[in-house]
């Protein structure tokens, strides 16, 4: 790999000035890796505060033919942030303004740095929330760039149904508005989608318009065990088939429930565990409980714990969504590698079942985890970093999982993304799909500049 050309440097040290970083520290920093992926630093960070900091740096790759990766919390588990080839990674978390919130339209304008939290807090006091929750406090460009979803999805949607409209500086450093505010329109191609999940390598994320909703009138969470994965799994089918108002609906299976006892002082059931929670009016709200508690029942269900205060839901959720650092620390010294798939929620049993049957042999410890209401689970693989037969039987039942969920007509990667560590699967999924992909690329990043090795090799 090359050294930045001094000139380069020069020009973004003019504009951007102590911004523009090139020390190793900072630079490691950026390196993402994800959990199973090598690190891969960037030569250079530069933080971006305005629209017109993300043009000047833009365009000066495009002038020297370095390449850029937009960088936003670095939460990524496929390698999305890595330097494959060197060059500058473009840090957005400066650009942290709310821009606009239209409480009549149930909207809201940010900057790609805001965070999911930040902008929920900054809506707090006005009745309305946005819904998208990966567990992570992501930003919300990140959030656009990857497609994220997560617990919230069953009820709200994930990115792709929530993003309205973009603000991207193209990778010949022009910004573009990928549509007005509209709840719909017919007006040309959805440029929007074409750059949410697009994992930077499209152009950069500048700016994102947002649907919000109004904070539900009541809410009631709970948790409660089950004789099986295929008990639980089932019981949360049954109620979307119903159309009870499920705004969450995760599964754990008892080796995550382990963990999270331990690092959270709980005492639930060592057992597969569905944690719930119902959206609505209060008595919508009640009726569903009271009907979700009948289908977990005939599925063989035990008590479920109730949590209806705001106080008892955080809690509640604050343990499923640090679950998977729980699992994390359940070996010491282990690398975990946590992997995703997608199915239709048919089919979402007999994925999670045999699943479970491969991990039976695996040689060593893992836990399943996931947001079935949507068909999308997790499998957390902890592995000792030193064992070529752990990390070879890992590889293995990646390679198996993935092909599992291909079969039942899902994908490879719910939430997660490509990045680096799923192009291949990609290919096994959509083929020559994969190469309308490319001529995308091709037509609007003809230099290849834009977060390279992305979603599929050069």
């Known amino acids: 790999m090359s050294e930045l050309p001094a000139a380069f440097a020069e020009r973004l040290r003019a504009h951007l000035g102590e911004r523009f970083i090139t020390s190793k520290a900072i630079c490691g920093q950026h390196a993402g890796g994800g959990m199973h992926l090598r690190p891969l630093p960037p030569q250079a960070v530069a933080m971006a505060e305005s629209i017109d900091d993300i043009v000047a740096v833009v365009r000066a790759c495009d002038a020297f033919g370095v390449p850029l990766i937009p960088f936003g919390a670095g939460t990524s588990l496929e390698c999305h942030v890595g330097a494959a080839r060197g060059g500058v990674s473009l840090n957005l978390s400066g650009m942290n303004r709310v ?3 239209n409480l009549e339209d149930q909207d809201c304008t940010v900057e790609a740095g805001v965070t999911r939290s930040a902008l929920n807090e900054h809506l707090r006091r006005t009745g309305l929330f946005f819904p998208v929750d990966p567990g992570a406090d992501a930003t919300i460009g990140g959030m656009a760039s ?23 500086v193209t990778p010949a450093g022009e910004v573009v508005r990928t549509s007005r505010r509209a709840r719909k329109s017919a007006a040309g191609y959805d440029l929007t989608h074409l750059f949410v999940g697009a994992e930077g390598t499209l152009g950069v994320i500048a700016e994102v318009t947002l649907r919000l909703y109004g904070a539900p009138e009541a809410a009631s969470a709970a948790v409660g065990s089950f004789p099986s994965a295929a008990a639980a799994t089932t019981s949360v089918i049954e109620a979307v088939q119903l159309g009870l108002p499920l705004a969450r609906a995760e599964y754990l299976d008892a080796a995550t429930i382990a963990a999270v006892n331990n690092a959270f002082k709980t005492n639930h059931a060592l057992a597969d565990t569905l944690f719930v929670e119902f959206h609505g009016a209060p008595e919508e709200v009640a009726r569903a409980s009271e009907r979700f508690k009948a289908i977990a029942l005939d599925n063989g269900g035990g008590e479920f714990k109730w949590a209806i205060e705001e106080e ?3 809690a509640l959720w604050r343990a499923r969504h640090h ?20 199915v239709p929620i048919s089919r979402l049993a007999e994925c999670i079942v045999e699943t479970k049957k491969d991990l039976a042999s695996a040689p060593f410890p893992a836990a ?6 949507d068909g999308n689970f997790h499998v957390v693989l902890m592995l000792n970093p030193s064992s070529r037969e752990e990390l070879a039987a890992a590889e293995q039942f990646n390679d198996a999982l993935v092909a599992r969920a291909i079969a039942m007509d899902g994908t490879c990667t719910g939430e997660h993304g490509v990045g680096l560590g799923k192009r291949e699967a990609l290919v ?17 990043d003809p230099r290849g500049l834009m977060n390279p090795e992305k979603i599929f090799a050069a």
């Open 99 to 101: 821009l606009l919130v």
């Open 146 to 168: 990857t497609r994220a979803s997560g617990t919230t999805t069953v009820r709200y949607g994930g990115m792709r149904e929530n993003v309205l409209g973009l603000t991207v």
């Open 368 to 373: 399943v985890l996931g947001h079935v209401g």
């Open 428 to 444: 096994a999924e959509l083929g020559a799909s994969v190469d309308l992909m490319r001529a995308i690329k091709r037509a609007l």
């Open 312 to 314: 008892e839901r955080t």
């Open 323 to 342: 679950a998977g650092f729980a699992v994390a620390a359940s070996r010491p010294g282990a690398r975990p590698w946590s992997t995703d798939v997608c």
